[in-house]
């Protein structure tokens, strides 16, 4: 379905709050803004972002079937937080992603691995 798969992430203490920042910020860019237990869904018509809150972090995963859709929504997401967060060094961790949504964080979460993706 979708050509481009990442996965992110940001250590927070207040993710809940950060992630309906996240949304308000990013309302007028997108379709539609929807919620499914504890995530939340942008609907970009040809791509979307998942945000997901934890008691530790953050977690994004972008989707999209065009690469500069893709990069635009990643940026757009970033700069929202880096915008209204107060946390040090807010910077978003991406990695490629699979099929199965917030596996790799979940993973390197679970066991402390060293992350191969860039910020």
């Given amino acids: 379905m979708y ?6 992430f940001v250590r927070t203490p207040h993710a809940e709050c950060l992630a309906e920042n996240v949304c308000a910020r990013s309302s007028a ?38 690469f500069v859709i893709f990069s635009s929504i990643r940026t757009l997401l970033q700069g929202s937080l880096a915008t209204i967060t107060t946390v040090p060094d807010a910077a978003v961790e991406w990695q490629p992603a699979g099929s199965v949504p917030f596996r790799a964080i979940r993973e390197r979460l679970e066991n402390r691995q060293n ?5």
Avoid: N
């Avoid at 050509?3 to 992110?8: L, S």
């Avoid at 992350?115 to 910020?119: I, K, M, Q």
């Fill in 115 to 119: 992350w191969p993706g860039g910020r």
């Fill in 3 to 8: 050509r481009h798969i990442a996965e992110g």
């Fill in 29 to 66: 860019y997108c379709r539609s803004i929807g919620a499914h237990s504890t995530d939340k869904l942008l609907d970009f018509g040809a791509a979307r972002a998942i945000l997901r809150a934890t008691d530790e972090a953050l977690h994004f995963r972008v989707e999209a079937q065009d």
